[in-house]
């Protein structure tokens, strides 16, 4: 049986769990399941109010029972959507999780996009005491998965003329950025050399709109969702993406500025309430312009097509990164 047909009988199963709505929407509609994702990375069948999400093949078991654990403690409530209870075997050595369904952000939309809403569940969920949790918690892994991004550019497009640009750029992080030393625990090193501050938070790790539902569906607060990259590091890497794309010139300046002062105004503990946040943003907002660029060539590379107008706009980020002199080289985008 496929990925898909197992997971549409898991979401089945979620959705008539005891305390589910009954008579189930779905069934009383004769609705078949609905594929919401076919990846390697991450495979959701949703069946009425349930989802069932296959994660990817070599899972970390330990962390990832970590990572439900925390979705489902009393601390993150109205932060990360919870699980459902569900105890599913893995498929063809998945782990398979169940959830509610959320409704998601509107593509279609971008207007209505709920930055503030995104950088106050963020702000909330730094300030969670990690220590109160269950763990051990896996530590961030955002400079692993920039690591993994190049890693991937190079064994598919690495042929690309793009790719020198991209990998110059990976190559002017430091080398913590780029996995190669460990990440320092608990401080960000200053680019100046000052004295690091503590850093140390609950992350989500893969913070984009995409990660935002209204639950229940269709009008309720907005949750995080995908605890796949949930760990214990640096809480600027949550605020990475939205600052890359603004250094890109792919996000306005401002919604930059309302999507930061929702973060500050919530007391997100990632950027100084007041004065210049970009000391902190900097790396890894770096380091997301690299893994953005990078996972791009790979994708039109795989799909033989050419690189589109947002792929080049994240490629010609990198080439001014190449670029800068290094007295400007932490400074923040004009």
């Known amino acids: ?9 898991a979401a089945r199963t979620a959705a008539h769990l005891p305390g589910a709505r009954r008579p189930c929407p779905a069934c009383r509609r004769d609705e078949a399941e609905s594929v919401l994702a076919d990846r390697d990375d991450g495979a959701v069948v949703r069946h009425g109010e349930a989802v069932a999400k296959a994660h990817a093949p070599g899972t970390d078991p330990n ?5 439900l654990a925390v979705a489902s403690h009393p601390l993150l409530v109205g932060i990360l959507l919870p699980p459902l209870p569900l105890d599913a075997p893995d498929v063809h050595g998945r782990p398979v999780t169940a959830w509610p369904y959320g409704a998601p952000v509107d593509p279609e939309d971008p207007d209505a996009a709920p930055w503030e809403a995104a950088a106050v569940l963020l702000a909330r969920l730094h300030r969670v005491d990690a220590a109160a949790l269950p763990g051990p918690l896996p530590p961030m892994r955002g400079p692993a998965k920039v690591a993994r991004a190049i890693a991937r550019m190079e064994s598919v497009a690495g042929e690309h003329p793009a790719t020198a640009v991209v990998r110059r750029a990976w190559d002017r992080l430091p080398a913590w950025a780029r996995d190669v030393t460990p990440s320092p625990r608990g401080a960000t090193p200053s680019p100046r050399g ?3 501050s503590p850093r140390d938070a609950l992350c989500h790790g893969d913070l984009h709109l995409g990660q935002l539902v209204r639950h229940p569906a269709p009008s309720g607060p907005w949750l995080l ?3 796949d990259d949930l760990g214990v590091g640096d809480p600027a ?12 010139g792919l996000l306005s300046p401002q919604i930059w500025q309302r999507f930061l002062g929702a973060y500050t105004a919530e007391q997100g503990p990632a950027v100084p309430v007041d004065g210049d946040p970009w000391p902190q ?3 890894p907002a770096r380091a997301l312009t690299v893994q953005t660029a990078a996972l791009s060539l790979a994708r039109a590379v795989a799909e033989r097509r050419e690189t589109d107008e947002v792929d080049q706009m994240m490629i010609d980020a990198c080439a001014r990164i190449v670029d800068l ?4 080289e932490f400074e923040p985008p004009s």
């Not at 049986?1 to 009988?9: F, H, K, T, Y």
């Not at 002199?325 to 400007?328: A, D, I, Q």
Request: proline residues 10%.
């Open 237 to 248: 890497w949550d605020l990475a993406r939205p600052a890359a794309w603004y250094a890109a």
């Open 194 to 196: 000052e004295t690091p």
């Open 1 to 9: 049986m496929s990925v898909v047909n197992e997971l549409a009988l």
């Open 63 to 67: 962390g990832h029972h970590a990572r």
């Open 281 to 283: 943003l900097d790396v």
């Open 325 to 328: 002199p290094p007295e400007l």
């Open 225 to 227: 969702i995908d605890v």
